[in-house]
């Protein structure tokens, strides 16, 4: 009787244990669905953040890319572009590009900025099965564009060596502002023979050579620079007039000079535009003044000023031209002005020939040490004091050593 008492419990016990893996089967096949939706659902959700970290780092090289655009003077198609060929080059694939430069919203708004806003609709995976819609993601950044230093001289040409060069028995002394060159060349700012120097820094896209020190405010010279935009590149060029002036009097009107100038004696230019069509020539003893006055120089023509000559020039204070004294032809091919003077002289305002050289050889500046040079490649060679606030005047300051920052 025991032997078949346990006989029976043993039965009764695989009975039971078959019954347990019975249901733990089929439990687990009603629950396997959530558990693989579940971890297909995580995998899913790490994909769409990691797609979103991307597409952020993206925007934000694109917005990088149109502020070095827009360092550069471009307008906003071409910023656009360059933030579109970037976001294109870091596998935006079919997502769609918005620029803005400045921003539309946010705190930058008033400021030097661009603004990208990327958009991109992702396909579902495991997900889909519960719906066929896309993913939408955004993606928006800011790029601010900030000046950390104002320049008196600036070169524009992007490849010249000695960009700028300061020689001879200069002694330059430039208060509260730098000198630029855009120019990629390892020694695009020369300073060199017996030149003295003071400025608050020396700042190159390519290099600086020195054979001398100069008085910094900066450590030391700063190379590698980005390059900064034609401070003047929106100025628009003056209409000619029908009419020729003549230059055979003393006292001269606004208008064409169809054959240049050759100034003599005494002569004063009233204010106004004088689109100079052909040499402007002072020379020596001549005694030239004007006030207001706004002196552009056609095509590939040039100025050539006697150092015995003496004299006193100034800019408009207001209107297009504001601040702006000499005006370089933009369509002119390589050539060279030379400004010479004594210190009787002065020169009151910005000289600008983005396609030629100019040469500044005299002792002067103007009113209050007010004048600007920002010319393709720039030689100076005199002994003056020029500085960088003279906004009361008219002149606008010229921004240098820009940066380049997201902020948003």
């Avoid at 030379?338 to 020169?347: E, K, Q, R």
């Avoid at 060679?381 to 002149?395: E, N, P, R």
Wanted: glycine share 10%; aromatic share 6%.
């Amino acid at each position: 009787m025991n032997t078949f008492g346990r006989i029976f419990r043993q039965f009764v016990s695989r009975r039971l244990r078959r019954g347990e893996s019975g249901n733990v089967a089929t439990i687990f096949a009603l629950t396997l669905p959530i558990v693989v939706g579940g971890a297909g659902l995580g995998v899913e959700t790490s994909y769409w953040y990691y797609s979103s970290l991307k597409l952020q780092a993206t925007a934000d090289a694109a917005a990088y890319a149109g502020a070095l655009e827009k360092i550069q003077g471009s307008n906003t198609a071409a910023i656009t572009a360059a933030a579109t060929q970037s976001a294109t080059d870091n596998g935006l694939g079919n997502g769609t590009i918005t620029v803005h430069a400045p921003p539309t919203s946010g705190p930058n708004t008033a400021k030097k900025a661009v603004e990208v806003i990327l958009n991109q609709n992702l396909d579902r995976m495991f997900t889909s099965i519960f719906t066929d819609s896309k993913v939408p993601e955004q993606a928006r950044a800011v790029a601010l564009i900030t000046d950390g230093a104002y320049a008196c001289n600036r070169a524009l040409n992007p490849s010249a060596s000695q960009a700028v060069s300061i020689s001879g028995n200069t002694s330059l002394k430039q208060v509260g502002c730098v000198i630029m060159a855009n120019s990629i060349a390892n020694d695009a700012i020369k300073v060199q023979g017996s030149a003295t120097l003071q400025t608050d820094c020396l700042i190159a896209v390519g290099g600086v050579s020195l054979s001398t020190t100069p008085t910094m405010v900066c450590k030391s010279p700063i190379t590698g620079a980005l390059p900064a935009a034609d401070p003047y590149a929106d100025l628009p060029t003056p209409a000619a007039s029908n009419q020729c002036q003549n230059d055979n009097k003393t006292t001269l009107s606004p208008g064409t000079y169809c054959s240049g100038m050759n100034l003599k004696g005494n002569v004063t230019l009233s204010p106004g535009v004088y689109v100079i069509q052909g040499p402007l020539k002072i020379n020596a003893n001549a005694v030239v003044s004007g006030t207001g006055v706004t002196i552009f120089m056609a095509g590939s023509n040039t100025v050539s000023m006697n150092g015995n000559a003496t004299v006193t020039l100034s800019a408009q204070t207001s209107g297009p031209y504001s601040g702006v004294l000499f005006y370089g032809d933009r369509t002119g091919t390589n050539a060279s002005n030379t400004f010479n003077g004594t210190a009787n002289s002065l020169l009151t305002g910005a000289i600008y020939f983005p396609r030629q050289q100019v040469s500044y050889l005299g002792n002067f500046s103007g009113t209050g040490g007010c004048t600007q040079v920002v010319a393709d490649t720039i030689q100076w060679s005199g002994s003056t004091t020029i500085k960088q606030d003279c906004t009361s005047l008219g002149m606008k300051n010229i921004p240098a050593a820009q940066s380049v920052a997201i902020v948003e």
